[in-house]
């Protein structure tokens, strides 16, 4: 078994809460053009307790490596002014110079001109594209790896760890649920949720699971036209980014969801 299939596997019964304690600081950033994609990923990895910057666009992002020197970088490939594909092959290209120039250095030179040489950061594509010839492509700009939109919580936490080698504290799924229903969320607030059309309620669970705020939101505003006051709980849920807590309640709400 991989590691990645270990993590997956661990993750299917247990659902990740934190950073584990006594680890390395480890700094993350985010280059993303949509401003509630990037929020909404700066939010989940800070919830985490990662360090965390962000970029609109390529040349951001360069430059947030060269003055921060992330340990991994999430990339949108797709991005205005300059794109992921560029900024990767930029970062790899200033990467392999600056390390020539660590090996290459004259001792007797202000050691303070050249920069040591430093582990690669790891850059994962984030990328919409389904077709294999995309990921073909990431790599081939420099990406690590690749993951598509829209993509679950654990899938992305799970690839930061296969290759950075942080650990997590782990919550098991009853522990979960008892969180995310607390007493004010209670019977009340699933008996309105099955009030409301299954398709309606199907459609809510794959946002969720999803983690696509924008669809969610729009699902919500239906909801409050004949709920508002489920709809003001899952939209305070949705706004403290806790989709755990939206999917405990869509699931009590009606277990035969798929």
Same mark, same amino acid.
């Not at 992330?70 to 392999?96: C, F, S």
């Given at each position: 078994?991989?590691?990645?299939?270990?993590?997956?596997?661990?993750?299917?019964?247990?659902?990740?809460?934190?950073?584990?304690?006594?680890? +390395?600081?480890?700094?993350? !950033?985010?280059?993303?053009?949509?401003?509630?994609?990037?929020?909404?990923?700066?939010?989940? /990895?800070?919830?985490?307790?990662?360090?965390?910057?962000?970029?609109?666009?390529?040349?951001?992002?360069?430059?947030? %490596? #060269?003055? %921060?020197?992330?340990?991994?970088? %999430?990339?949108? @490939?797709? @991005? +205005?002014?300059?794109?992921?594909? =560029?900024?990767?092959?930029?970062?790899?290209?200033? =990467?392999? =110079?600056?390390?020539?120039?660590?090996?290459?250095?004259?001792?007797?030179?202000?050691?303070?001109?050249?920069?040591?040489?430093?582990?690669?950061?790891?850059?994962?594509?984030?990328?919409?594209?389904?077709?294999?010839?995309?990921?073909?492509?990431? $790599?081939?700009?420099?990406?690590?790896?690749?993951?598509?939109?829209?993509?679950? *919580?654990? #899938? !992305?936490?799970? &690839? @930061?760890?296969?290759?950075?080698?942080?650990?997590?504290?782990?919550?098991? +799924?009853?522990?979960? *649920?008892?969180?995310?229903?607390? +007493?004010?969320?209670?019977?009340?607030?699933?008996?309105? $949720?099955?009030?409301?059309?299954?398709? !309606?309620?199907?459609?809510? /669970?794959?946002?969720? @699971?999803?983690?696509?705020?924008?669809?969610?939101?729009?699902?919500?505003? *239906?909801?409050?036209?004949?709920?508002?006051?489920?709809?003001?709980?899952?939209?305070? &849920?949705?706004?403290?980014?806790?989709?755990?807590?939206?999917?405990? /309640? /869509? =699931?009590?709400?009606?277990?035969?969801?798929?």
């Amino acid at each position: 078994m991989t590691e990645i299939e270990s993590l997956t596997t661990r993750s299917q019964s247990q659902h990740i809460l934190q950073l584990a304690p006594d680890q +390395p600081v480890y700094r993350i !950033l985010v280059a993303e053009d949509n401003d509630t994609n990037r929020q909404l990923l700066v939010q989940l /990895l800070q919830a985490v307790g990662f360090i965390v910057q962000s970029a609109i666009n390529g040349q951001e992002a360069i430059a947030q %490596w #060269e003055s %921060w020197q992330p340990h991994l970088i %999430w990339m949108d @490939m797709r @991005m +205005p002014v300059m794109n992921g594909y =560029e900024a990767t092959q930029q970062i790899r290209a200033k =990467e392999q =110079e600056r390390n020539y120039q660590s090996r290459h250095a004259d001792p007797s030179a202000a050691r303070a001109a050249v920069p040591s040489a430093q582990a690669p950061t790891f850059i994962i594509a984030l990328t919409a594209n389904a077709f294999e010839e995309e990921r073909a492509r990431v $790599l081939e700009a420099g990406c690590n790896d690749f993951i598509r939109k829209p993509f679950q *919580e654990t #899938e !992305l936490l799970e &690839k @930061m760890a296969a290759y950075l080698g942080v650990e997590y504290l782990y919550v098991s +799924p009853h522990q979960a *649920e008892a969180t995310a229903i607390a +007493p004010s969320d209670g019977m009340n607030e699933i008996a309105a $949720l099955r009030s409301l059309p299954s398709s !309606l309620l199907a459609q809510m /669970l794959q946002a969720t @699971m999803q983690i696509d705020y924008q669809r969610l939101t729009t699902l919500l505003e *239906e909801v409050a036209s004949t709920q508002p006051d489920v709809a003001a709980l899952l939209t305070k &849920k949705l706004d403290d980014f806790d989709f755990e807590g939206i999917l405990q /309640l /869509l =699931e009590k709400a009606n277990p035969t969801l798929p």
